[in-house]
């Protein structure tokens, strides 16, 4: 059974930065392509970044390029979101998500991923 499970969340001023992390158990990371989604009140879920499995491919959203960055260490079963300059309107809940059939590339449609985390709160105050 594959788990995701996310830490990292908290409430930061703007300007400020946070780093996510999501751990992968039941399987290696190793092959599955990685995403992060972030879901604030009265939105529709939406994607933030995503990584290739062997990370060399990554998306951004247009609102968060530059600011924020993925990562990940298959030797630690481990997916981040560095997440830079923030601001008020990245307050969101945010998703890590793993899709273990995917080819080489990112992946940016929610539908195609199997598995999510739980969510990590995320509150930018002004």
Not at 51 to 76: E, M, Q
Not at 90 to 102: E, F, K, L, M
Request: with cysteine.
């Amino acid at each position: 059974q594959v788990h995701l499970v996310e830490s990292g969340g908290g409430l930061v001023q703007a300007g400020g930065s946070l780093r996510l992390s999501c751990g992968l158990s039941g399987r290696t990371i190793s092959g599955v392509a990685m995403g992060w989604f972030r879901q604030a009140p009265g939105r529709e879920r939406e994607i933030v970044a995503a990584i290739s499995w062997r990370g060399v491919y990554t998306y951004y959203a247009d609102s968060v390029k530059g600011r924020f960055t993925i990562t990940r260490d298959n030797a630690k079963n481990t997916v981040y979101l560095q997440m830079n300059s923030l601001k008020p309107e990245d307050t969101a809940v945010y998703y890590c998500a793993a899709d273990p059939s995917a080819g080489a590339g990112a992946v940016i449609d929610d539908r195609e991923y199997d598995y999510w985390g739980q969510g990590t709160q995320v509150t930018v105050s002004s």
